[in-house]
């Protein structure tokens, strides 16, 4: 078999697959959406050493009234200047800004994405 036979044969196999991203693979059920907004702020990166996902992570904490010494158990090596600096959106307003616009428009997604963070630190 020469390697173009090959290749047309994964061809032919991924044409023949059926995939439904949508769906769950045990009950067939749909998936819920998630706004777009939603993945822009869990992969920005833009313009801070921290991802988009734990800014949200750290004023989601904040807004739950978590100190400090709290959070830095929960993501280890943020600094004392960069919490004050999400806190206070002088860090990547863009993701601060996706944050509080999901928040107001999407609490159940925020609060679903995030509330692990509670929960662990309950546990402590």
Avoid: C
């Amino acid at each position: 078999m020469e390697d173009k036979d090959i290749i047309v044969n994964d061809i032919e196999y991924n044409r023949n697959m059926n995939i439904e991203f949508d769906k769950w693979m045990d009950s067939g059920d749909k998936a819920e959406k998630y706004p777009q907004e939603l993945y822009s702020l869990l992969r920005d990166r833009v313009g801070s050493t921290i991802s988009g996902f734990n800014i949200g992570a750290v004023m989601y904490m904040h807004e739950h009234e978590m100190r400090f010494n709290q959070i830095k158990k929960i993501i280890p090596g943020i600094p004392l200047s960069v919490y004050k600096s999400i806190v206070s959106g002088r860090i990547n307003l863009e993701a601060v800004h996706l944050y509080k616009w999901l928040r107001e428009n999407y609490p159940e997604q925020i609060e679903a994405l995030y509330n692990i963070f509670l929960d662990s630190n309950k546990s402590n």
